[in-house]
C-alpha cells in the first residue's frame, strides 16, 4: 500500500514539475505572440495623424484618446487600442500620457513581446522539431501541440495552456505503468492526449472568438460615429 502511494507521489511530483515549465513556456509564448506584436505595430502607426496634443488614458483595459469633437465643441474619449495582460499599456485610472510618452510605451512593448517571441517561441519549435527529426518521432506530437497553440491563439486572441486534468490524466498514465496495473501504449497514448488537449483548446477557442466578436462589433458600430464626428483615424483591435 505505501509503496503504491510512494510511487502516486513521485509520479506527481515529477508531472507537476513538467507541467509548470509547460505552462510558463505556453505563457511566454502567449505574450509574445506575433498576432499581438503586429496589432501593436499597427496601433504604433496610428500616433503619426495623430496632433501633439493628444493625451491617452487607461480604462478598464482599454487605451483611450481624447480628442476634440468639433460638431460637439467638447472632447470626447475614444477607443484606441486594447493589449492583452501583461502590458506597459496600463497605468493608472484618471492619469494621462502625452503622444510622445505613449509612443515610448509602445515601443517598449513591442520591444520585449519580441524577446519572447525570439527567445522563447522560436527555440521551442527548433527543438521540437530537431528531437522528432533526431531523437523520437514521438516529439512530433508535441511539434503538433505547438502548432495549434499558435494558430488558435491567433484566431481567438486568447492565451491557451494545460490545466490541472491534464496533470491527473499524465500522473495517471505513468503510475498505473509503474505498479504494473496496466500498460498504455505511448503509441496509443499520446495521440489520445494530444487529440483531448487539442479539441478541448478548439473548443474554448471557438466559444471565445465568438463572443469577442459580437463586443467588438457592439463597440465599433458605437466607436465610428465617434470617430466620424472627431475626425480621427480607426483603431485596431
Known sequence: MWDLIK?????????GVGWAVTTLVLFAMGFGHLRTIRTLLRVRRLLAPLPA????????????????DPAADEEVSLFFARVPWPTLLKWKP????????MRGRIDAEIAWRTALLL???VPAFAVCA???ATADPMWGYALVFLVAHQTLTALSGRIFFLKFW???????YFCLDRVNLWHPSPQVAAPMFCGFVLLSILVVGLIDRS??????ARRDTA???????????????
Open 130 to 132: 530537431w528531437l522528432t
Open 166 to 172: 491534464a496533470v491527473a490524466m499524465v500522473t495517471t
Open 94 to 101: 484618471g492619469t494621462g500620457k502625452s503622444k510622445d510618452r
Open 53 to 68: 496634443g493628444t493625451v491617452f488614458h487607461w480604462r478598464s483595459g482599454d487605451v483611450v484618446v481624447t480628442a476634440y
Open 7 to 15: 510511487q502516486w507521489v513521485v509520479v506527481f511530483l515529477l508531472t
Open 211 to 216: 463572443e469577442r466578436k459580437d463586443e467588438a
Open 223 to 237: 466607436d465610428r460615429r465617434a470617430r466620424t464626428r472627431a475626425n480621427l483615424p480607426g483603431a485596431p483591435h
Open 119 to 121: 527567445l522563447v517561441t
